[in-house]
Each structure stands twice: as C-alpha cells, then as structure tokens.
C-alpha cells in the first residue's frame, strides 16, 4: 500500500505550482476577471506550453499518458491559483478523448487538443441536463438543454453525453461549437468563471463524431472523471483557503495580540484542517480506484461528491467568519476563494443525490 | 499511488485470518460481536493463544520476541480479531509500557518484565490521572520521597482501567515537588500486592467497574524499579503517549460495530419494512459508512508513510472517536424503544436477545472516548499548536 507520488508525479504538481506561482497571481485574476473574455488566451498558451492539457492525452496521440492521479494533481493546482481558465474541463475532456475517442476524431483533433488550440470540454453528469439524440435520415441529431457548463464559452469543442431516442441508450458525443443549431448563452457563474447555457436545436452529429453507443459504464466513468476534477480544484482551493486563514489570524491584532490566540478560533480552524485531511485522503483513493472496479470506482465518486461539497460549504464559511469583516469583501482573496468553493457544492447535483447513490451502492 | 495490499500483506492477513478462525472460540467470538460482556479471564486467554503461535506482540523486535511488523501489519491484524470476535489485546503492557521498556528500562528490567507481558501473565495499569491532575497530568502529586533504596509513596490516582485485576502499575509520582512541574516526574514499577495499596473501583454510568481510584499509603517501591533517570519521567510518558498510534482511530472496532449496526438495521422492521429500507435512516447509515470509510483510508495514509506527522494522530482521535460514538448512538436509535432495555451484559444471562445486547450500555460507556487519552479539546489544541502555533 503506497499513497506517495512518483518523482515524475510530484515533479509535474511542482513545475505547474511554479508557472502559476510566477503568472497567475491575484492581481493578473483580478484584470482577467474585469476583461470581456473572462479568461486569459495568453495564460491558456502558456500552460499548453508547459504540457498542461497534453498530460492526460495518450502518448501516440502526442500526450503524455498521465491518468487520474496526474488529472487530479493538475485540477488541484487550479483551485488553488483559482484559475480562470479551462484547466480541470479541458482535463477531463481530454481524458475523455483519450479513452473514448473515434478513429477520424483522433486524426483530426489530437494535435491541436495537445498544444492547446483546442479545446474540448465536458458535458457531463448535471442532472438539469437532457440532450437527446434521435437518429434521421441525414443521421443523428440533438435536443435539449445543458444548464451552466463550466468554460463552454472556451472550448472549441464539447464531449457530450446524450440519450437515444426511443430506448434512452446513453452515448458521447463530440460536437463543435461552431455546429449549426447549438446556441450558447454566456455568463459568468458566482465564482466568476466562464459557462454557457447551451440549447440543441437539431444540432447534426456525424458518424464520425460519435464515440460510444450504449455503453453505460462509459458514460459513469466519464461522470466521475468529473467529480473527481471537481474534488481536486476544491482540494486545491481549500488549502489555499486555510492557509491564508490561519495567516490572517497570526497576523491580525486585537485585543493586544494576534486573534489566533483565543481557543474558541483554534478549534474551528482545527476542525476544517481535519475535514481537509479527510477530502486529501479520499480524492487519492478515488484516484487510486480509476484503476480497478468500475462498481468501487463509482461507489468512491458518489462519497467524494458528499464529502467534497460538505467539506467545501464548511471550510469556506468558516473562512469567511474567522476573517471577519474583510472576508466579505472583493479585495479580499479568501472571499474569492469561498465563492469558488461554494459553487463546487453544487455542480454536477447536490450532495443529497450522491448520498442517495452511495446508499444504494454501499448499503446492499 | 497505489492502494492494493502487497502479495506478502495479504498473505499475511490470509494467515491471520485462518489463525483466527481456527483458535477463536464460537462462544467467545458471538459473545464479542454481539454486545456481550467481555470477562479478564477471555482477555488472559487470548493473549496466551496468540503468544502461543507466534501472534503475542506482533509489533515487538523479534529479539523480544515479535514479529517486528510495519504498522500496517499491525492494523492488519487487529482488524482481522476485532472483525472475527476476537478480544482486544490489552494496551498498557504491551503498547504502552513495553515500548518504554526497550528503550529506556535497564536489560535487567527487560528480561523481568517483558515476558510476562507477552504470555499474559501480568497484568498492567496504568497510574497516571490524579482528582486534580486530568488533562493537566503534569499537576499530578503523588510523591515519591526517597528512604534508603525504596521510594516511599504517597497518594491518590484515578480513572485507572481495569487495576482491579492488574498484577503492576506503571505510575507517574513526584519526585521533586521544587522545580516546574514538568522536571520533578519519574516512572516507577509498582508491584499491586504491595502493602498500602487500596483499589476502589469507581462505579460508572453503564454499571460496569471499569476504573478504579487508587489510594497509597507509604507504599515502599525499589528504586530499582524506576524507569530511565530520576525526573524524566515527563520526557518517558510523552514517548510512550506519541508511541500508542497505529489503533489511535479505532478502526477495527468502528468496524466491527457498523457490521452490527447494519445487521440490526436488516433485522429490525418499522412501518412493514427493514429499516434499512427507511429513506432517512438509510441515508444516516451511508453517511456514516463513508465517514468510516474515510477514517479507515485516512488510518491507511498515516501508517504508510515514514514521513513524521505530528498533527494526524490528534485528528485521527477526534474523528475516530465521534465516528464510533456516532455508530453506537444510530445503533441504539435503530432500536428504538427496544434500545431502553439494559438487563445485564453477563455472559450468561440470557436477559435479552442478541439484538439488544449490550447496545444500550455501550452507547453509555462510549462517552469515555472523546474524554480519555487527551481529551477531544486538549487534541484540538495540539493540533491548533502545530497549525497556527500563537
């Protein structure tokens, strides 16, 4: 039994810290923040440059061959610069590719998804989510409505997950955004990151563009690549989060001395460290399990929804009060970071639904 | 990253497990998991059957007679006990004080006192809280005055567990009432047939004896029988504190419990159907499982990595301890009325069912795990000292 890292593992966790350490401060998030875009083409370019988006890709299509462990150590250096670019979509999506992809697909995309020209992301796993996909003469087509996908508005293409009409078999699909029928609504999600609603009108997919028909178990290892994305940017965020805590509570004076010093803070700020400690560990068995059971696998992801979203409403409220009147404001980066946080409660459905499946899963 | 046991790991678990299930009475191991109550003589025997092939102290250099097992093995092997029946091993003599022996005791103390903590035959306590020395223990004052080659104590300990049946203590005393707290601490061997030696059981909330307050009067102890140097004391029982990790979390035993929760939740039928068909009580038992499960990995991490870490202990306590809290308060609302019924644990009364078994005085007498051991509070503000350290 071995929770450690490789050389190799912990070497691309600390050159990516390194980067966003150097190029993704508060101050340039902030600029970002105000731009029309809403993210940075030139931060994206650099972490491309740096192998980013290629590390989940396989080798022969000119990745790196990183699987879940890699996927989670990338998405937790994410929350933790609180970045606005398409990090843990792009992950996911390209781990997606890597696994799922069709042959003209891995021709005609693999390249430019590995230098970061395009980007595909994931849409996956919400339960406000339907697109069906009804076969017609010309071929298949889509309908529905995906609500809020996180960095839609950055991706040149997005994996879906859909349902055929009439027996409801589950399928991913790629689509480009440029596809005719597919509108995007941009906005900005509370934490201030870019998404999309998208409606289907009868969007065309092609032969070529579908990836999996009727294979369940593809589509819930794609759901909970996601969560597991998802557990590593709030892991990342959290950290961060009670890191700038306990330095504010070191730091800020009253009653004639640093406010860390009265107990009845200690043992908030305790409490949150020992739900940390339990998020680190189970979003590195989860990882660890991509690699066995499909049945165990799932069963870790519905327990890491649960905890993260707990873990995540907890750690930023708790934040937030033990910085007193600062935590609420826009200057402050802890009230960024609770904002990051509480969105991460509820993406892809609430913690009650994930209760609901772990029971089911876990409690024969 | 990788979460599978090795083939040598879980060779070693297999032939645990087949120990265990050959040595391991039936009446023993149903009494165990079924709330009964647990007799000295059951814990006596256990330890002499695990002694006897080779399982008395696993964890122990082999030069005294372990296995030198990783903590890993360790945890291993209590899980696979606690899941079959078996008793727990009693801690003080062969967690608590041994360790403290091997490095600190003189060879003389080694050969005569390790080997009677391996068969089983001596049973050890602990003599550390004081009426006014709890989680401050450095404010403890039983005094040990020095006359000729003996130490002459005096005093009064409490919440000693289980001294009623110990044959030795190892005990904390005074020897220097002049120099902060900390520095006037010794350790001394204390034989429990000594004259002035008054044990006097404390009579808990569960009706169970399970400490005692005990009393000394000029009782005469061989200053051969000191631990380490005069005033180290404070230094050895720190040791011996940070040494007591691998089952610091409990988890064998939450495990075991949630096994009987779940069967009772199958068993017990509300409104026409099991209870672990109930929409709410189910959703309570999966939160809980996966805090369990978590606790478990969490455990895992700890002891797999050779990394010091000195503020996972405490968390695993606390967690450890409101998780098996938490499993033996559902496990008493999943009786419901029944859950009232306290009859007698004995063995052999037949009072009530297995189902009822026990449950309710364990709810009672598991309040103790969040106060003993550095209380849930003391734990947070260690954990706050490595942390924020103002």
Redesign the interface.
């Known amino acids: 039994?071995?929770?450690?890292?490789t050389e190799e593992?912990r070497l691309l966790s600390e050159t990516l810290d390194r980067c966003l350490g150097e190029e993704a401060g508060f101050d340039r998030r902030k600029e970002t923040l105000r731009s029309a875009e809403g993210w940075s083409q030139d931060l994206w370019n650099t972490l491309s440059g740096l192998g980013v988006p290629a590390s989940v890709l396989r080798e022969v299509d000119g990745g790196l061959g990183g699987g879940a462990?890699e996927l989670a150590l990338l998405c937790r250096s994410a929350g933790s610069a609180l970045l606005l670019e398409p990090v843990t979509s792009a992950l996911v999506g390209n781990a997606a590719f890597a696994r799922y992809a069709g042959a003209a697909n891995r021709q005609s995309l693999a390249a430019g998804l590995a230098e970061g020209s395009l980007i595909l992301v994931p849409v996956v796993g919400d339960p406000a989510t339907s697109i069906r996909a009804t076969a017609t003469s010309e071929g298949l087509r889509l309908t529905g409505r995906a609500a809020v996908v996180y960095h839609a508005p950055c991706a040149s293409h997005l994996v879906c997950a859909v349902t055929q009409d009439p027996d409801g078999a589950p399928m991913l699909v790629s689509v480009p955004t440029t596809a005719e029928g597919l509108r995007l609504d941009t906005l900005r999600t509370m934490d201030g990151q870019t998404a999309a609603d998208l409606t289907f009108d009868g969007v065309l997919v092609p032969d070529s563009d579908v990836w999996v028909t009727a294979d369940p178990p593809a589509i819930e290892w794609l759901e909970d690549l996601a969560i597991l994305a998802l557990a590593a940017d709030t892991l990342g965020c959290a950290e961060r989060t009670m890191a700038l805590t306990?330095e504010y509570?070191?730091t800020r004076q009253q009653f004639g001395g640093?406010i860390?010093?009265f107990?009845a803070l200690?043992?908030r700020?305790?409490?949150c460290?020992?739900r940390l400690?339990?998020l680190r560990?189970?979003l590195?068995?989860t990882?660890?399990?991509f690699g066995g059971s499909d049945h165990d696998r799932r069963r870790s992801a519905a327990?890491l929804k649960?905890?993260l979203a707990e873990t995540a409403r907890h750690l930023g409220e708790e934040a937030v009060q033990l910085h007193g009147g600062m935590g609420v404001t826009e200057e402050m980066e802890v009230s960024h970071h609770f904002r990051r946080l509480t969105a991460a409660t509820l993406r892809y459905g609430n913690a009650s639904d994930y209760?609901?499946r772990?029971?089911d899963l876990?409690?024969a | 990253?990788?979460?599978?046991?090795?083939a040598e790991?879980r060779a070693f678990q297999e032939q645990v497990r087949s120990f265990v299930a050959a040595h391991l009475p039936t009446e023993l191991a149903a009494r165990q998991l079924n709330g009964g109550r647990l007799e000295p003589a059951d814990m006596r025997f256990w330890q002499a059957t695990l002694n006897a092939h080779g399982y008395g102290a696993i964890h122990w250099p082999a030069a005294f007679g372990g296995q030198n097992a990783s903590p890993?093995r360790q945890h291993l092997f209590e899980q696979e006990c606690a899941l079959a029946g078996a008793p727990p091993q009693l801690s003080f003599g062969l967690r608590m004080l041994a360790p403290v022996l091997m490095r600190f005791g003189t060879p003389e103390q080694q050969q005569r006192f390790l080997p009677g903590i391996l068969t089983g035959d001596t049973w050890w306590c602990q003599g550390y809280s004081e009426p006014a020395a709890g989680s401050d223990l450095a404010s403890l004052r039983t005094s040990a005055v020095v006359e000729g080659d003996h130490y002459i104590v005096n005093g009064q300990k409490c919440w000693n567990t289980l001294g009623q049946h110990a044959d030795w203590m190892f005990c904390l005393v005074r020897t220097d009432p002049h120099v902060k707290a900390q520095r006037g601490i010794s350790i001394i061997l204390i034989d429990m047939r000594s004259p002035g030696i008054t044990v006097r059981p404390t009579r808990l909330l569960d009706g169970t004896d399970e400490v005692n307050d005990i009393y000394f009067d000029n009782v005469r102890v061989p200053l051969a029988q000191r631990i380490g140097a005069e005033n180290d004391g404070w230094t050895i029982a720190k040791f011996l504190l940070m040494h007591e990790r691998t089952n610091i979390a409990g988890v064998p035993w939450s495990k075991r419990d949630f096994e009987r929760l779940?069967r009772i939740a199958r068993g017990t039928i509300r409104h026409g159907r099991p209870l672990?068909e109930d929409t709410d009580f189910?959703?309570r038992?999966?939160?809980l499982?996966?805090d369990l499960?978590?606790?478990e990995?969490?455990n895992?991490?700890m002891l797999?990595?050779t990394a010091a870490d000195l503020?996972?202990p405490s968390?695993l306590k606390?967690?450890g301890s409101e998780i098996r809290q938490a499993i033996s308060t559902l496990t008493l609302e999943a009786l419901g009325t029944e859950g009232l019924k306290m009859g007698s644990a004995a063995a052999a009364a037949p009072a009530h069912d297995d189902r009822t078994r026990g449950v309710a005085a364990a709810y009672l007498n598991l309040r103790k795990l969040s106060i003993y051991g550095g209380s849930n509070?003391i734990q947070?503000?260690i954990?706050?000292q490595m942390?924020?350290?103002?």
């Open positions: 039994m071995d929770f450690s890292l593992q462990v306990i509570l070191k640093p860390g010093r107990q200690q043992h700020v305790v409490s460290l020992s400690e339990e560990t189970w590195w068995v990882a660890a399990r327990a649960v905890l209760l609901t772990f029971a876990a409690l | 990253m990788n979460l599978d046991l090795s790991d890993l779940l672990l189910r959703r038992l999966a939160r499982a996966i499960e978590v606790l990995y969490t895992l991490r797999s990595s503020t996972t968390l606390i967690r509070e947070r503000n954990v706050a942390t924020i350290g103002l």
